[in-house]
C-alpha cells in the first residue's frame, strides 16, 4: 500500500512531468519514449503496463459486431456496458447477451457495466409517496427527473437495495461495480445538501452504495465518476478506500494530447489540474481514465445535424496521452466506443482498434516511474 506522504513525492513528480509535458513534449515524455522503444525490443513480452485496456459500448453495438473477437484480437482486456441499468435488464436475458457473456470468457475478455444509474436505483413514481428524497434545486423545489437528496435516508436505502438487485444481475467479471449519478445533472440544493458540492455528495452516497456492494462481494469496489459538475475532488467527505477514480474528460480535445496544457487556450491544463487534484485523493493505481478516443457517438452528436462521421483517430496524440496516464501511475484506462458497431464499419471500414490495443499494451511497459 502507498502511504500518503510517499504518494504526494510520486505526485509531485508526476505533475512535474505533467508541466514539462505541456510545455516541451519532445523535451519531458518524449525522451522516456525513446528509451521505452529501445528496452522493449530487448523484452520478452512483458506484461502491459496498463491492466484495463477497454471499451464501453452499448447492446446495440454488441447486437451487430462481434465485439468479443474484435477485442481479443486488439488484445483489450475489458468490455463495458452502459448506459442504463434499465436498458441491460432486459437485455442480459437475451441470447444475443448469452452468446456475448460466453465469447467473453473463451477469449478472456472481462466483462463490466458503466451506467448512469441514480434515476434507476431511485425509481421516479416514488417522488408521488415522499419528493422529499429526490433533489431540490435552487428555488427550493423537489425535482423529480434526476438524482435524489443524500440527506434523505429513505433515498439512500432505496438506491442500495435497488444496488443489490442490479448487482446480481449485472455480475461484473472484475469486482469493479459503475453505478454513476445522472449524466451530468446536478445533485441537491436543500439546506442539508447545500454545503457539500455535487463531489461530495456523490462521494457521500457512493461509500453508503460501497458497503452494499461489499455485503455480496467483500472485494467489491465502486467507481467515483469525475465528470462535468464532479470534475472537482471531493474536499469534504473522504472516500471509502474502495471507492476509486474514474476520470473522464469529455471536454477534450483530440487533435492535440491531453499532456499539452496549452490545448484549447489552456483547457487541456485546467482538466489536468482536476486529475492530479483527485489523485492527491484517490489512490492512482486504482483510477481509471475513461477516454473518448474511439467514442464515435461523441462525434456523431458534434455535427449539425448528428451523422456519423469518421473518428479522428490519431495515433500520436493517443500514444501521449497513455504516456501521460501512465507516469501518473494509472493502469487502468478505457474509452467509450459507442456507436461502432456493424453501421460504422460498412460506412467507414475499420475502426482503429488494432492501434489503440498495441498503445495500450506497449506505453508505460518500462518507463512509467513505479508508484513506491
Ligand atoms: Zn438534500
Known amino acids: 500500500m502507498v502511504d500518503r506522504q510517499s504518494r504526494r513525492v510520486f505526485l509531485r513528480r508526476a505533475a512535474a512531468s505533467v508541466v514539462a509535458a505541456g510545455l516541451a513534449p519532445h523535451h519531458a515524455l518524449g525522451a522516456r519514449r525513446e528509451s521505452m522503444t529501445a528496452d522493449t525490443r530487448s523484452t520478452d513480452q512483458p506484461k502491459p503496463f496498463f491492466k484495463t485496456r477497454g471499451v464501453v459500448i452499448v447492446p446495440d453495438d454488441i447486437r451487430t459486431w462481434n465485439w468479443p473477437d474484435q477485442a481479443a484480437k486488439a488484445g483489450l482486456s475489458t468490455i463495458a456496458t452502459h448506459p442504463f441499468p434499465r436498458d441491460l435488464e432486459p437485455f442480459v436475458k437475451t441470447d444475443t447477451w448469452h452468446a456475448f457473456w460466453q465469447d467473453c470468457q473463451r477469449l478472456g475478455i472481462q466483462v463490466e457495466h458503466e451506467l448512469h444509474a ?13 419528493p422529499s428524497m429526490f433533489p ?10 434526476y438524482n435524489l437528496c443524500v440527506h434523505s435516508k429513505a433515498a439512500v436505502e432505496t438506491v442500495c437495495e435497488n444496488l443489490t438487485r442490479y448487482a ?3 455480475r461484473p467479471t472484475t469486482g469493479r461495480h459503475f453505478y454513476w449519478i445522472d449524466d451530468g445533472k446536478p445533485m441537491c440544493r436543500c439546506p442539508k445538501c447545500r454545503d457539500l458540492s455535487d463531489t461530495d455528495q456523490a462521494v457521500l452516497l457512493e461509500n453508503h452504495m460501497l458497503d452494499a456492494l461489499r455485503k ?19 474536499k469534504q467527505i473522504k472516500p471509502n478506500p474502495g471507492v476509486f477514480l474514474e476520470w473522464a474528460p469529455i471536454s477534450r480535445r483530440f487533435d492535440a494530447s491531453i499532456a499539452r496544457r496549452d490545448a484549447g487556450d489552456g483547457h487541456h491544463g485546467k482538466l489536468l489540474d482536476t486529475l492530479t487534484a483527485n489523485l492527491d485523493v484517490f489512490d492512482p493505481s486504482h483510477a481509471q481514465v475513461l477516454d473518448y478516443w474511439l467514442d464515435e457517438s461523441l462525434f456523431y452528436r458534434a455535427q449539425k445535424p448528428p451523422r456519423l462521421v469518421k473518428i479522428p483517430w490519431n495515433r500520436d496524440v493517443f ?3 497513455l504516456e501521460l496516464y501512465a507516469g501518473l501511475g494509472i493502469r487502468h484506462v478505457t474509452t467509450f466506443a459507442v456507436k461502432v458497431n456493424a453501421q460504422y464499419v460498412k460506412q467507414f471500414g475499420e475502426p482503429p482498434l488494432d492501434e489503440y490495443g498495441q498503445g495500450l499494451r506497449e506505453v508505460g511497459r518500462s518507463t512509467a516511474p513505479s508508484p513506491p
Open 118 to 130: 441514480m434515476a434507476d436505483l431511485l425509481p421516479r413514481d416514488l417522488y408521488q409517496k415522499d
Open 136 to 145: 431540490m434545486d435552487d428555488k427550493g423545489r423537489r425535482l423529480r427527473s
Open 168 to 170: 446480481k444481475l449485472l
Open 216 to 234: 455480496l462481494d467483500p472485494k467489491a469496489s465502486l467507481a467515483h465518476l469525475a465528470y462535468l459538475n464532479t470534475i472537482e475532488p471531493p
Open 319 to 321: 500514444r501521449k496521452d
